[in-house]
């Protein structure tokens, strides 16, 4: 019997369409389908308007705005206002296979137990074994992992524990874990946004040196948590996990291996962009998961469109990093029509002291309530065509890459954070000005030490 996408809301069937443009604009390097795919997800965008997040609507406003005097001031920037959109709609779809991803592994069984294994650990490992756990869980569950932990951690008869010092220790474990894997993983929203703005970068040596960094920085906070007073480790040791736990993280840390291993075999056989790759490889990883998960007396057809329908759960971050892109691309081009862009694009801005800068200014700017997405795609777009990112891709790759994860930890309100003050009942600037800074300065440290190692070798 056919399947059946009937009762599907029109905006899912939008997304579905555009999702489907963007794949075979790439695959057949056709850019009007691209082109397509661009002008229905600002369909998509207006027709989801009231159901956006007030920032999303802001930022998508402004990204009209400043469109509309960009073309009006200088119309000859009509085609680079279009490669943003057609950019900007990737790094949309991106969220939106996250979202339908999100639908069937979070009511997994496996799910649950692999998570309960981590937090199995004695004492003085279960911080690290969640951290380290977490960035590879966050592979396949992105944000999801965060509430994961927070739920398995919470008794099912007991009082409330959001402020159980012990268990806010696991969520914030669990948030910085989810926060590392953006540094390197290519299925992240920040290393789409690097790749694609620095065109000169090798995406795989920039993956191997900045996995090689966070698994530095994942050992060091397993020895020295840096965690608040309000977030203490527990000396209790659980009892041991039953062999199932243990055999379902292997499990899911197997398949969070075998997508990642996917998504760069694509990415190298196909050519496509990394963002690309995670766009085709995670739906079609959700459609297998669903067919082998328990039917429970729910056919296949209705399993699907219910995942489906989280292809939307994501639609304000959607709109957002769309709206950056345009954004971004229109500071970009006001910079590079301006006095200043002689001095930035010869090599007296190639200079590691412009590398650290940006690092030191990214999560600055994120600790200030603006998100992350706008200064990355901005120093991305204004610094990847330059001297700089022509001569030193790897240590400006490695620089927004990290940039990236500090301003995920620093800014009250990233997604990331916003779930853990609601776990832990405490305000998100509290989790970002405070619990994180500790941390995010240990990273900022470490990093600024890496980058200026690369750039002196070149890199």
């Known amino acids: 019997m056919p399947l059946s996408l009937g009762g599907l809301a029109p905006g899912v069937l939008l ?23 661009a002008v229905l997800a600002v369909i998509w965008i207006v027709l989801q308007w009231p159901r956006l997040i007030p920032l999303a ?23 680079r206002l279009m490669t943003a959109l057609v950019q900007g709609t990737g790094f949309a779809g991106l969220m939106m296979v996250l979202g339908l991803l999100r639908q069937p592994v979070k009511r997994a069984v496996v799910t649950r137990q692999a998570a309960e294994h981590l937090l199995s650990f004695r004492s003085g490992y279960r911080y690290g074994g969640v951290l380290a756990g977490a960035q590879f869980m966050a592979l396949v569950f992105n944000i999801g992992i965060i509430a994961m ?17 012990a268990r806010r220790a696991m ?3 669990a948030m910085r874990g989810a926060a590392l894997v953006t540094i390197w993983s290519p299925m992240s929203l920040g290393f789409a946004i690097v790749t694609a703005g620095v065109p000169a970068i090798e995406p795989l040596q920039l993956v191997a040196v900045a996995f090689a960094f966070t698994t530095v920085v994942v050992v060091l906070s397993g020895v020295w948590p840096l965690l608040p007073k309000e977030a203490r480790l527990s000396d209790n040791t659980p009892r041991g996990a039953e062999l199932r736990a243990q055999t379902a993280l292997f499990k899911v840390l197997g398949v969070s291996a075998l997508l990642l291993v996917l998504t760069i075999s694509l990415h190298r056989v196909l050519s496509l962009s990394f963002t690309l790759s995670a766009i085709v490889v995670l ?23 219910g995942a489906l329908a989280g292809l939307a759960d994501l639609r304000s971050e959607s709109a957002l990093f769309l709206s950056a892109n345009i954004i971004g691309a229109v500071l970009s081009l006001a910079i590079q029509s301006s006095p200043l862009w002689p001095m930035l694009s010869n090599g007296g801005f190639a200079s590691l002291p412009t590398l650290l800068l940006c690092l030191f200014a990214i999560p600055l700017a994120a600790a200030l309530y603006l998100p992350n997405s706008i200064m990355v795609v901005l120093t ?6 330059t001297a700089l990112g022509q001569s030193h891709p790897l240590a400006l790759g490695l620089t927004l890459c990290i940039g990236w994860a500090l301003a995920i930890c620093v800014n009250p309100i990233s997604a990331m954070n916003l779930i853990v003050a609601r776990y832990c009942d405490v305000p998100a600037s509290r989790v970002a000005h405070v619990w994180n800074l500790r941390f995010a300065g240990v990273i900022f440290a470490l990093a600024a030490l890496l980058i200026g190692f690369v750039f002196q070798r070149g890199g």
């Open 171 to 173: 969520v914030v474990a």
């Open 15 to 37: 997304q579905v369409a555009l999702i489907l443009l963007l794949i075979a604009g790439a695959v057949f390097d056709n850019p009007t389908l691209s082109a397509l795919a």
């Open 149 to 165: 932990i927070g739920d398995v951690t919470q008794p099912a008869d007991g009082p409330d524990g959001r402020h159980d010092p």
């Open 380 to 385: 991305a777009q204004v610094l990847g065509p």
């Open 283 to 305: 739906p079609v990883f959700a459609m297998v998961w669903l067919a082998f998960e328990p039917a429970c007396g729910v056919g296949y057809a209705h399993r699907l469109r």
């Open 57 to 79: 609507r802001r930022f998508a406003g402004l990204a009209a705005i400043c469109a509309a005097l960009a073309m009006l001031a200088a119309p000859q920037v009509a085609l």
